[in-house]
């Protein structure tokens, strides 16, 4: 974007407006708004998540006081542009006055294409940015910009104007609050050069001297005075006891360089010089006299300085400078060197021309060159400038083409040529008018220089001046790079190519059909394709099926299916105007053998997926509780689909019935073990056909569900925990199930356990214990249980070391309790047994698991912390059961458990009969 400026600033809000560019690309165009604060550069994007599609923008949430400056950038769908120019500081705070508009608008003229226009400065105006100047062409109504930036002062001149053409200006102010309104149009002013006799030229230079004679050099006049500068004369004077004599002129005749060589001058005598320039108008103003000069015979070492320094092609990065070799070469030959009080060149050139890179644009500069030899460096010569560094309005550039033909030319066009204005052609500054290597042709205001067999002696700078124009100027360079790309460039007009943007590549759709395609770049609605199999050409037909999408470039064939006389080379080949292409792909051996297998795959696979079947085939997974699934997901089922498991080729009954809802059909095998190893096949059917998945559990694969099997269930292991029992101690483990294939082994301090009767290990049900009887001190210590499960090892730990009772003072019953107690009813049950603990036990009793209390029917007593009693004075059959005797200390616990079994005689009578009868007859 350009002409972005502030139109409003308040202490709430700053409004930006700006215009869009000039090159859109080839859609609609938005903004990204950026600022940062002033004296960095930091930028920050306002509009973060969606552009703006006006040229106008609010800014708010901006900090009063503070002094921002904003940037504007494009986009599209092709990405993001540069940042436009960025504002002047803008200080945030009260709003200014939008100043008044300039007085007193007066152009005046200056060159062939540009005017001189000044204006009064408006009046009042607070924190001034500068002023637009805008142009137009008498009659038009059309104004256009005379410069991008606000400018300081009130004179400004207008460049790229029309010779001869009428122009009426206007001036606008612009402030952080705004633009101001329009200036009143200036009179009209018709565009040339104001014509008067030429300024005086000035720095004259002593180039040589020698015993009789002198050359002078010096710089041609700032103003010209609106016509060509046609000669210079010079004046000399003797100078004796720095006394001046009279002035004598050194030539009659006009002298058309900015050098001369007076002679007939006396060797040692002192003189001082002036000179005039001419035009038409007539004989300017002599120059200031010269500084005093002593004819005598230069013997210094190192070259004069060198001349006629000028500057062209001025950008606002860049500029070239030319000059002309010393007169005076000192003892060797001179190389330039450009010394700029900052050196441009670090080592002497031997070319008259520099590019300069690298410049500030709007600085002023003015430069000065020194020529160097072997003894030395020169003088420095004359100054150049000064001169800004800007590109000017309407500056066009030198453009290579290469045409259809392949012919390579550098064009250039000017549009503000007088009707004296010529094209120069130049290779690294030296005229080709009579290079037998180019041609060159200019009609109106275009050139173009043409390469009769462009080669490495073409390599340069090639550069167009256009005379009698305001130093009009540009050039183009060819390296060894750009020559090869022009060469390339120019082959390929030649003899076009049509460029593949994605070569010949063969692909399987669904059906198993088999898609070759490649896509060019381009293509034309004339653009033909021939298609080649084994250097035969092959025609759209029941095999064949052919397409070209002119739009997209991708051009097609379809086969319904691979047969092995199938195998071989296609190629594709394209014919677009004059421009040919071809790609090949080449399916033989096994890359072919690969392909056919593929498609006959898919093929296969799209017949399958018309009836029921597996989207995802028979897997399993081991589920949190160790138990094994099997499943798989079906597709394209219906309310008549069966599903059937197998296991070995024998029908599995499944209890649950599968409605299908999720998609996903599962089969649950508890407590997973070696008997359920074997192959396993589910099968989908119904009326539109059948799809079979099978899974294979033996050998390797049953190895690797089992020792995940193994895995899920020694993590499902409990801490170990300990148990006090009659005969000792034991150590115990739950899991969820147990099965063989899980190794259990028991360590203690390191070592693993052997076991003895005294020492056991075993599993009951889900428990895995170690059973340790008639504990010993030496059974302190870290006990680690280890479940391996085929890969891993899954350890529990317990440290018996702090374990004393376990071993000594546990809570144990010494003995006097019978297994089974027989009585007749009626009868009194009297048991007594020994108790042992320190401190000494709790105890408890417990009649079929539950608690059991003391009562008038059953006496329980506990003495000394030794002895208990049991007592029932009169059994009942109501007094059968299982009862416990329960000790307990802080160190552990026991239960001793015995049974009550309580007869009625009369019914032992009956039951001895009865079995006596039985067993009579069964004798018989």
């Known amino acids: ?106 152009p005046s003229r200056n060159t062939d294409t540009s005017v001189v226009v000044s204006w009064e400065e408006s009046k009042d105006v607070t924190e001034l940015v500068g002023y637009y100047i805008e142009s137009s062409v008498l ?55 104001a014509i008067a006799a030429p300024s005086p030229p000035y720095d004259i230079t002593c180039l040589e001297s020698f015993r009789d004679s002198m050359v002078l050099g010096w710089k041609q006049p700032d103003k010209t005075g609106g016509a060509e500068i046609s000669g210079y004369y010079v004046n000399y004077r003797e100078v004796v006891g720095g006394v001046p004599g009279k002035w004598k002129e050194a030539n009659i005749k ?73 007169v005076y070469s000192g003892r060797t030959p001179a190389n330039a060197k450009d010394d700029q009080w900052r050196g441009l060149n670090e080592a002497a050139i031997k070319n008259k021309y520099l590019k300069v890179q690298g410049l500030k644009e709007g600085v002023s500069y003015v430069f000065r060159v020194r020529a160097i030899n072997q003894a030395g460096v020169g003088k420095p010569s004359d100054l150049a400038g000064p001169v ?246 079906v597709a394209n089922i219906k309310k008549e689909t069966h599903i059937v498991w197998y296991k070995d080729e024998r029908e599995i009954s499944v209890d649950e019935k599968h409605d299908f809802k999720d998609g996903i059909c599962t089969l649950l095998i508890t407590e997973f073990s070696k008997k359920d190893a074997g192959f396993y096949e589910v099968i989908l ?66 070592t693993g356990i052997k076991y003895t009767d005294r020492v056991k290990s075993g599993v009951t049900g889900e428990q895995i214990w170690l059973q340790i009887n008639e504990p010993t001190p030496n059974d302190k210590g870290k006990y680690v249980m280890e479940l391996f499960d085929g890969k891993t090892g899954h350890q529990k730990t317990v440290d018996l070391s702090g374990q004393d009772a376990c071993f000594a003072d546990r809570a144990r019953v010494l003995g006097g309790l019978p297994d089974v107690v027989t009585i007749q009813e009626g009868k009194a049950l009297n048991l007594t047994c020994n108790v042992w603990g320190d401190p000494t036990p709790e105890v408890s009793w417990l009649k079929n698991e539950k608690p059991l209390v003391s009562s008038d029917h059953c006496s329980l007593k506990y003495e000394s912390g030794k002895i208990v009693y049991f007592a029932i004075m009169g059994v009942s059959t109501a007094d059968s059961g299982k009862y416990g005797l329960v000790v307990k200390n802080k160190f552990g616990s026991e239960i001793s458990d015995f049974t009550v079994s309580v007869f009625i005689p009369e019914e032992e009578a009956r039951k001895a009969v009865s079995e006596s009868q039985k067993g009579n007859k069964k004798s018989k």
């Open 1 to 106: 974007p350009y002409y972005l400026s502030v139109t409003e600033a308040t202490r709430s809000y700053v409004v930006l407006s700006w215009k869009p560019p000039g090159q859109r690309g080839h859609e609609g165009i938005m903004y990204f708004v950026e600022k940062c604060d002033a004296g960095t550069e930091n930028w920050q994007r306002v509009n973060t998540e969606l552009p703006v599609k006006s040229p106008r923008f609010a800014l708010f949430d901006l900090a009063e006081g503070k002094s921002y400056r904003f940037r504007v950038r494009c986009s599209n769908s092709a990405g993001i542009g540069e940042p436009s120019e960025a504002t002047e500081v803008t200080v945030v705070g009260d709003k200014l006055d939008i100043p008044k508009a300039p007085g007193k608008i007066i």
């Open 254 to 326: 006009a002298v058309s360089e900015a050098a001369y060589k007076i002679s007939d001058l006396k060797e040692n005598m002192v003189y001082q010089f002036q000179v005039a320039a001419m035009n038409i108008a007539g004989l300017g103003a002599p120059s200031a006299v010269s500084e005093c000069f002593k004819c005598e015979e230069w013997t210094i070492a190192v070259p004069g300085p060198p001349h006629s320094l000028k500057y062209s092609e001025v950008r606002k990065n860049s500029l070239v400078l030319q000059w002309k070799p010393p």
């Open 685 to 750: 059917k119904d009326d539109r056909g059948k799809d079979k998945s099978r899974l294979k559990l033996v050998d390797e694969a049953f190895k690797e569900l089992m020792t995940e099997v193994c895995r899920k269930i020694a993590l499902s292991a409990t801490d170990l925990k300990i148990q006090s029992t009659a005969e000792g101690i034991r150590l115990y483990s739950f899991v969820t199930y147990y099965v063989d294939d899980l190794k259990v082994n028991w360590s203690h301090n390191g």
């Open 139 to 193: 009659g038009s109504g059309k104004w256009e910009p005379c410069n991008n930036n606000p400018v300081k002062g009130s004179r400004f001149t207008c460049h790229g104007l029309v010779t001869g053409q009428s122009y009426i200006f206007r001036v606008r102010a612009v402030n952080a609050a705004g633009l101001s309104e329009y200036s009143q149009d200036s009179e009209a002013i018709e565009v040339k050069a």
């Open 388 to 633: 800004v560094a800007e590109t000017r309005p309407g500056t066009k550039e030198v453009v290579v083409n290469v045409d259809d033909d392949g012919v390579i030319s550098l064009n250039f066009e000017c549009d503000q040529m007088t009707p004296k204005s010529e094209f120069t052609w130049s290779k690294d500054y030296v005229s080709t008018e009579d290079s037998p290597r180019l041609e060159v042709e200019s009609k109106g205001n275009k050139t173009k220089m043409t390469f009769k067999d462009l080669g490495t002696d073409d390599l340069g700078i090639y550069s167009c001046d256009v005379t009698d124009t305001d130093g009009i100027a540009s050039s183009y360079l060819i390296d060894e790079e750009e020559l090869k790309r022009l060469l390339a460039l120019s082959q390929e007009h030649k003899f076009p190519t049509v460029p593949a943007k994605s070569e010949l590549a063969v692909e399987i759709l669904e059906k198993g059909q088999v898609r070759f395609w490649m896509q060019a770049e381009k293509l034309s609605g004339n653009a033909k394709v021939n298609y080649i199999f084994n250097e035969k050409e092959i025609f759209e037909g029941p095999k064949y099926k052919m397409h070209i999408d002119r739009n997209t470039g991708i051009i097609e064939m379809f086969m319904e299916k691979l047969q092995d006389e199938d195998e071989g080379t296609y190629t594709f080949q394209i014919q677009d105007g004059k421009a040919t292409g071809h790609s090949t792909l080449v399916l033989i051996g096994d890359v072919y053998k690969k392909l056919q297998k593929e498609a006959e795959f898919q093929r296969q696979e799209w017949i399958r997926k018309q009836g029921p079947h597996f989207a995802e085939y028979l897997s399993w997974e081991v589920t949190g509780e160790c138990n094994v699934l099997l499943k798989c997901k």
